[in-house]
């Protein structure tokens, strides 16, 4: 049993809080802050909470409740100080929301003070939990589309939201390899000043240290499969191997040419990503980080390190196409600019689409 204090009630706040209150076998939430009083009232009261629970300021929350895990979900710009408050409130677990950072330098200063003091960090890529793509790992890992060697993954939605998750589905389906280096395109201005600020479009290549290749896509003019309504589910991940091939998108369904399959194609819809988002994904991604707290040994597939390094190949994909050149990694946090002011000062501006998102 973990205590869990947990700020941010926003939409996606609400889910992680609603899995600790759900999963009381294994959390016990000690602790809920919000600088939005109504919104702490509001969800108090829906759950039953006691009011001396609930605090505004959350270094008060932090000394006063010890928890063993501080869960928090914000803006992608608010990161680093909590992560610095996980540290001075001595947590053992901390969760948070990805984007991990809206840089490298912070993405590397998150990662290195858990590192070093020994806190077991989560970023929420939860999409793995999906039926579809554990359908898809385990075909992989099963050896059913051979020696894996290429892997694609496509987004609608732009780097900061959804590459942030495929980035690190790609790295979970090649068992944690490392890039070698990256290549990019980027293009689009719109979203620079978004909260979740990144180019409209990108393009990238990473050749991995198992010789797996890597090619991504996030924006409006990656390759759609559902309607254009679809903004933030249209995204897929394919594993290509030596016998087949395998397929995964986030509504559900997928897809395989496998050895077993004698050149069929398999697959299934898949239930909707409404119904698994918050009864599947979000349960089964709390529990293994409750079992990694539990045992060193169960490393949660979506630990911070991976997570940084999925950081490090979006960065590397903006240097390389801001610079024209190939990037290889690892990144040194201390010799690169603030790619993101690069992008906003030369990045020309970029007519849209019909029918591309509207800047939120
Ligand atoms: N993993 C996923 O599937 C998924 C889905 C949706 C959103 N997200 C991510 O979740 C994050 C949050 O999204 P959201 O829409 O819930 O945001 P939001 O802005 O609606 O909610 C953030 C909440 O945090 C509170 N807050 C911020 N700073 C605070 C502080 N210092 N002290 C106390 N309260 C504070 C705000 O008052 C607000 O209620 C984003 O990074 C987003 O990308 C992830």
Redesign the pocket.
């Known amino acids: 049993m973990h205590t869990v204090a947990h ?9 992680h809080a609603d899995v600790f209150v759900r999963m009381s076998d294994r959390f016990r939430l000690v602790g809920l ?4 009083r109504a ?1 702490l009232r509001a969800y108090a009261a829906e759950k039953g909470l006691a009011s001396e629970m609930l605090y ?3 270094d008060t929350m932090l000394a006063k409740t010890r928890p063993d895990v501080f869960s ?5 710009a ?1 990161r680093l100080p ?1 992560v610095e408050l996980a540290v001075k409130h001595g947590v053992k677990g901390l969760a948070l ?3 991990m950072a809206t840089s490298i330098q912070e993405a590397w200063a998150m990662t290195k003070l858990c590192r070093e003091n020994g806190i077991k960090a989560v970023v ?4 793995k939990y999906l039926t579809s793509l554990q359908q898809l790992k385990a075909l992989c890992d099963a050896g059913e589309i051979g020696q894996i060697l290429q892997i694609t993954t496509s987004s609608q939605a732009w780097m ?2 959804l590459g942030s ?1 495929y980035v690190d589905y790609m790295l979970w389906a090649n068992n944690g390899a490392r890039a070698k280096w990256v290549v990019g395109h980027v293009h689009g201005r719109a979203y620079l000043q978004d ?2 600020p990144a180019p409209e479009y990108a393009l990238g290549h990473a050749e991995f240290e198992n010789g797996v290749r890597g090619f991504f896509q996030w924006g409006k003019l990656a390759p759609s499969y559902m309607p254009p309504t679809s903004l ?1 589910i249209d995204n897929r991940l394919t594993v290509y191997g030596t016998h087949g091939h395998v397929w995964a998108d986030t509504n559900g369904r997928w897809g395989a040419f496998t050895k077993s399959s004698n050149g069929a194609c398999i697959g299934e819809e898949g239930e909707p990503w409404s119904r698994q ?1 918050d009864q599947r994904a979000q349960p089964l991604y709390a529990r293994d980080f409750a079992d990694w707290l539990d045992d060193d040994a169960k490393i949660h597939p979506c630990n911070i390190d991976l997570a940084y390094h999925g950081h490090e190949i979006l960065e590397a994909v903006c240097i390389s196409a801001m610079h024209q050149k190939r990037v290889d990694l690892p990144l040194d946090p201390d010799a690169c600019e603030d790619i993101l002011s690069v992008m906003r000062e030369h990045l020309p501006d970029c007519p849209q689409r019909p029918g591309a998102a509207p800047a939120v």
């Open positions: 700020l941010g009630l926003g939409n996606r706040g609400r889910a802050c919000d600088l939005d919104k505004a300021d959350v928090f979900t914000t803006q992608p608010v909590l929301e990805k984007p929420s890529t939860q999409h900061a939201h998750h909260s979740h933030w988002a």
